[in-house]
């Protein structure tokens, strides 16, 4: 069974800029949930998808949006990036919930300059 | 709010020695997880723990879970440096599932 997959792996962008990255989960999985990791604020919740509807959201601004395609596949999108939102970008795909054991996927390395 | 702390925070042990990590979480939770990372890498999913009194062990490593108490613990038997990474506890149940700060295990030879 092929593990859950992110692309790009690596992404350079300046101030300003947006970006959207893209996730696909594990065959069968319906939830797809998003973290940011950073080394200062650890490993954040940003929201998860479910039926291509958002059913959970942490605490980030609305610059950080998503969405959930018929097939499970998840983007999200960050606009107006800033320097703080340099992190490692991880997708994880459940059966039903977030709750559900979690598969990751190899994360994108976002780097804002 | 779902608070989960991991302790310690950071762990440098020697070879051969055994350590425990803690998870105490605020808020009821029938199920936790353990996930390790290594540096650069996502994060790999270590234990399931389902229900109150649970132990699953692989390895070197054997978790446990006391939702009474909302204690969860991670024992490391006889560390040996291919364990060196971080490792995270994650407790859910219905729709939360929130990580810890992660215990960042350093086994020295």
Known sequence: KAGVTQTPRYLIKTRGQQVTLSCSPISGHRSVSWYQQTPGQGLQFLFEYFSETQRNKGNFPGRFSGRQFSNSRSEMNVS???????ALYLCASSLVTRSDEQYFGPGTRLTVT | ELKVEQNPLFLSMQE???YTIYCNYSTTSDRLYW???DPGKSLESLFVLLSNGAVK???RLMASLDTKARLS???I???VHDLSATYFCGPGGGNALTF???T???VQP
């Open chain 2, 104 to 106: 960042r295990l350093q």
């Open chain 2, 77 to 79: 038997t006889a560390a």
């Open chain 2, 57 to 59: 062990q692989e390895g």
């Open chain 2, 35 to 37: 996930y390790r990372q």
């Open chain 2, 100 to 102: 810890g700060s992660g």
């Open chain 2, 73 to 75: 613990t991670l024992h």
């Open chain 2, 16 to 18: 051969g020695k055994n």
């Open chain 1, 80 to 86: 107006t990036l800033e320097l703080g939102d340099s």
